[in-house]
């Protein structure tokens, strides 16, 4: 970690810390205070026997060697019991030569006297005889009195001092490399999975929310830690895809809204091109009329004003009829349909229309639908209009419709000029057009057609499509087949 120590060295420092604390004070103990502390454990031991000795007491010689023998032994506590005459009744030290009967201690020299109850002392060294810590009491034993001599050697205490000492040399420096490994172990432990939950940490900053950090550690603070990451992480993330869709509904709502203000533009300037003509030709004809300017012919120009009058009011009623559609307004009757006699009555209407082209049908079987029946017989005409208008003298109509599914497709395929690939998405769009020159003479053609077939396929839960074929375009909507 730059510029610091990581938390594994932390851990590592921290229990070797606390190691070396233990050994010091284990060596501090055993050089300065072990002493103090065995010493007064001893009186506490040389205290409790004698008064166990006193409880417990008999003459019998076997049955005090019995009663003294675990704490001679065990406890290494020496034991001389004389009678009032100063007979010597039990010893667990044997005579020395020139003290008679007598056991050597020095608390007799140093004027101890005996009492009921007695103080254990420390008693110095004297001559060759060693430091001992001793009591001398006394008690009544059936109307006689017993005196007790209880001592221990100094030295004794002090080698089992030293030999604490060794042995806790060993124990401290056993205890530090098994507690330095135990450290290191635990260091890992510890400082894995919260590496993990770093590494996780770092993705959820560079918004990856791949990986997630483990939960089933078995430190509690850890787990709890993990969960709280991947609790925001998956909250983050929530919260990023929220943010992501919001923005992307933005860009399109921004996107249809500048669509919808250039088609609003486009809209405008392709009426008041498509009614400027036919309004300047109602004027002058109607002005000529009007001055009886000679050398004109008053029935083509009375004809004509009405051609360009039929020519207005179908543009805007197509207008209107679109306007009503994309808005909701015009009123839709749905019933059963069957489109093949649907289209059977379109086409039979529009003879004259089609005179000029070849036409081809290709239904077979039924077609039931549910639909507006004017809706429909509109769309299809404005189908067959356009096909009309860009197929040449001779060339070929096909009007087929097929089931695909659970709906039925409506094509009119006719002969002519292929629209370009980019442009084929456009055609559906009002008053456009992909070139006046597709378009046969004379015929009359505002670009308003295509637009009222995809807004009928719309509210009718269909959809329309625009390929060019082999030899010219066809055009295609489907509807919901009944009962499907």
Request: proline share 4%.
């Amino acid at each position: 970690m730059k510029g610091g120590v990581s938390i594994r060295f932390q851990l590592l420092g921290l229990c070797a810390a606390l190691l070396l604390l233990v050994a010091v004070v284990e060596l501090l103990f055993g050089t300065f205070f072990a002493r103090a502390y065995f010493l007064n454990q001893k009186r506490g031991e040389i205290a409790e026997f004698f008064w166990y000795i006193r409880d417990n007491y008999t003459d019998s010689p076997q049955e005090l060697y019995e009663l003294l023998r675990e704490g001679e032994d065990v406890k290494n506590i020496r034991v001389a019991i004389y009678d009032q005459e100063g007979q010597l009744l039990y010893t667990s030290r044997p005579m020395r030569e020139g003290y008679g009967v007598e056991p050597f201690f020095p608390a007799l020299d140093a004027g101890i006297p005996f009492s009921e109850e007695p103080e254990v002392r420390e008693l110095p060294a004297r001559g060759e005889e060693e430091a001992q810590l001793g009591l001398t009491g006394m008690f009544s034993y059936e109307g006689e009195d017993r005196y007790v001599m209880l001592w221990v050697m100094v030295a004794s205490i002090e080698s089992s001092i030293a030999a604490f000492n060794h042995v806790s040399a060993y124990i401290v420096g056993c205890v530090l490399l098994v507690g330095a490994l135990a450290s290191l172990l635990l260091s890992r432990k510890i400082t894995r999975p919260i590496r993990e939950i770093q590494q996780v940490s770092r993705q959820v900053a560079g918004l990856d929310f791949s990986t997630r950090a483990d939960e089933g550690v078995p430190v509690k603070e850890l787990r709890d830690l993990a969960g709280s990451v991947n609790q925001m992480a998956a909250q983050l993330q929530a919260s990023i895809q929220a943010l992501q869709s919001a923005n992307e509904q933005l860009r399109r709502d921004v996107d249809r809204q500048k669509r919808l203000e250039q088609m609003q533009r486009e809209f405008v300037a392709n009426v008041s091109h498509e009614m400027k003509t036919p309004l300047c030709l109602l004027q002058m004809y109607a002005e000529n009329l009007k001055y009886n300017v000679e050398g004109i012919d008053k029935d083509y120009y009375c004809d004509t004003i009405v051609d360009e009058a039929h020519r207005l009011s179908d543009m805007v009623g197509a207008m209107l009829d679109l306007s009503a559609m994309e808005n909701g307004l015009a009123a839709m009757e749905m019933e059963p349909l069957e489109l093949g006699e649907l289209c059977r009555e379109v086409l039979a209407r529009m003879g004259p229309v089609l005179g000029h082209c070849r036409l081809q049908t290709d239904i077979s079987g039924a077609f039931p639908v549910r639909g507006d029946a004017q809706s429909v017989k509109m769309a299809v005409k404005n189908f067959l209009s356009n096909a009309a208008a860009h197929t040449p003298d001779g060339g070929e109509v096909l009007l087929r419709l097929a089931a695909e599914g659970s709906q039925v497709r409506l094509t009119v395929a006719n002969q002519g000029a292929h629209i370009p690939a980019d442009r084929l998405e456009r055609v559906w769009d009002s008053f456009y057009k992909v070139d006046e020159a597709r378009v046969r003479d004379g015929e009359p053609h505002a670009g308003l057609g295509l637009a009222i077939v995809k807004s009928v396929a719309t509210r009718h839960g269909g959809a329309c499509r625009a390929e060019n074929t082999a030899d010219g375009v066809a055009f295609s909507f489907t509807l919901p087949m009944r009962g499907a």
